[in-house]
């Protein structure tokens, strides 16, 4: 296998690679100056299985271009082709909320499935989608993060109570609260707007006692984590620390959360970030061989997803 990295991703493409023991080598994505982009893949992919490494925080900019990579790689000879995307975009749009919106998840998924053989992603933002294989028509796994936030959580707050900010929160707080052993609560939500949220306010008596964790799936504007920063400021409780799976960090989100309150934020890796304290490669790396060894070797994975599907 050769993993190829879109820009920001080398760094974590080469920590998979070592742990898969295959090589890395960096796409060249080029821009001219009236924004089209030229990309060139490194040579000897004829015959080799690639998988191409990019995060999709900016979705639309990096769409177009992964899709000119991978239909490259196959008409230069590559066996496979596969995509990692750390975070996946564009799984919030579930359904048709208001008449006339697109549904974007099952069409960004579709898209991609015409253009990779497989996927692998980390905890995906899926509310009312049970499973990545509904709406991907290539086999598709997830990573679960869990594990490793629990392993921070005791190493770094082993007094913690964790605070799941609204409903979608749960799945996430639930699992890692018990693998910590650790208490949580997870408030409600009602938004008004982009970067208009209420929350609840925090009942939990525990809160007084151990250190708030605030944990979520994704920072994009942040103001969900501020509002529950300002709840639990305003009820005399300790400083929260955020641990954020995906840290977005839209416009100003950082620098609002640090100034609501924030005791320190902790993101994994998945979204390139100064605040990256928690590594995924080793299990990246393990979905990728879990891939390997059921179906890499039955022949194109997009025709054996097909198959599968048809029966």
């Known amino acids: ?15 998979i690679a070592e742990h898969l023991g295959v090589e890395s080598c960096p796409v060249d994505w080029h821009h001219f100056p009236d924004g089209e982009s030229l990309v060139t893949l490194p040579e000897g992919l004829s015959g080799a299985d690639v998988a191409f ?5 900016d979705p639309d900019r990096l769409a177009l271009p992964l899709r000119f990579a991978a239909l490259t790689a196959r008409e230069l000879g590559a066996k496979r082709v596969g995509l990692v995307a750390p975070y996946l975009g564009y799984m919030r749009q579930d359904r048709r909320f208001l008449a006339g919106q697109t549904v974007s998840a099952p069409l960004f998924a579709g898209f991609l499935g015409e ?20 709406v991907f028509p290539v086999p598709a796994l997830r990573v679960a993060t869990a594990p ?52 609840s306010v925090p009942e939990s008596v525990a809160l007084l006692q151990g250190t708030p964790v605030i944990l979520d799936d994704i920072a994009s504007s942040g103001r969900t984590m501020v509002r529950a920063i300002e709840r639990l400021v305003a009820a005399g409780m300790r400083r929260p620390v955020c641990l954020i799976i995906h840290g977005i960090f839209a416009g100003s989100a950082f620098e609002d959360l640090s100034a609501a309150g924030a005791l320190r934020i902790v993101t994994t890796d998945t979204v390139p970030h100064p605040t990256n304290c928690i ?32 029966e």
């Open 279 to 310: 590594g995924t490669a080793g299990l990246i790396a393990r979905a990728i061989s879990e891939l390997d060894v059921t179906v890499m070797g039955t022949g194109s994975l997009q025709d054996a997803s097909r198959k599968e599907k048809s």
């Open 53 to 57: 490494v990019a995060t999709l925080r």
């Open 1 to 15: 296998m050769i993993l190829i990295p879109f820009p920001e991703m080398a760094s974590l493409t080469d920590e």
């Open 115 to 134: 253009s990779f053989d497989w996927l692998v992603t980390v905890d995906p933002h899926l509310h009312r989608i049970a499973r990545l294989e509904d």
């Open 148 to 199: 490793l936030l629990a392993d921070w959580i005791r190493e770094n707050a082993p007094d913690a109570v964790l605070l799941g900010p609204d409903s979608e929160s749960q799945q996430w707080v639930g699992e890692v609260a018990q693998l910590a052993d650790r208490p949580y609560e997870v408030l409600t939500k009602r938004r008004t707007g982009d970067r208009t949220v209420e929350i």
